[in-house]
């Protein structure tokens, strides 16, 4: 069976990668891509122990790579694909950047932008969840199981 180059899947596949490239530096695996016409333009992932930086998730990261890709700070015909639901903070920053649309794999229930009463988001990002949610879930549970042990 072939995997579609252009689809969710492959491209939460993408951020999967990033997830796992944080969890070998022992940072919370969490990963991100941007995408623009079907090719990804950047790459995050959490970078919050090596930068000593509670700002470095995986969506900043990949936003501001994106933006120095583009020459701009508008990501308005991109889409963020990150393994974990974002962050407030990387919501509110998903607003400025006016992304086209986000697509996220597990949910957040305790931090995540959607436990808010009001969006953080642009009015014009489209949302998409779930997608490869067991394994984007998975990665987690089992660093957080990794270091209780």
């Known amino acids: 069976m072939e995997t579609n180059p252009f689809s969710d899947e492959y491209f939460m596949t993408e951020a999967l990668k990033e997830a796992e490239k944080a969890m070998i530096l022992d940072e919370?695996?969490?990963?991100?891509?941007?995408?623009?016409?079907n090719q990804i333009?950047?790459?995050?992932?959490?970078?919050?122990e090596r930068l000593n930086d509670v700002t470095a998730h995986a969506e900043m990261q990949a936003f501001t790579s994106a933006a120095n890709y583009l020459?701009?700070?508008?990501?308005?015909?991109?889409?963020?694909?990150?393994?974990?639901?974002?962050?407030?903070?990387?919501?509110g920053a998903s607003f400025w950047t006016q992304i086209k649309r986000i697509v996220y794999g597990a949910s957040d229930e305790k931090r995540g932008f959607l436990s808010v009463k009001r969006s953080v988001l642009h009015p014009k990002t489209e949302i998409t969840k779930g997608i490869h949610e067991e394994k984007?879930?998975?990665?987690?549970?089992?660093?957080?199981?990794?270091?209780?042990?």
Request: proline fraction near 4%; charge should be positive; aromatic fraction near 10%.
């Open 136 to 149: 984007c879930s998975k990665i987690l549970q089992d660093f957080f199981q990794h270091k209780r042990t």
């Open 71 to 91: 020459g701009g700070k508008y990501l308005n015909e991109c889409t963020l694909y990150v393994t974990l639901e974002p962050c407030i903070m990387c919501g």
């Open 41 to 48: 333009i950047a790459r995050g992932h959490n970078y919050t």
């Open 28 to 37: 919370v695996p969490v990963g991100a891509i941007i995408v623009c016409d």
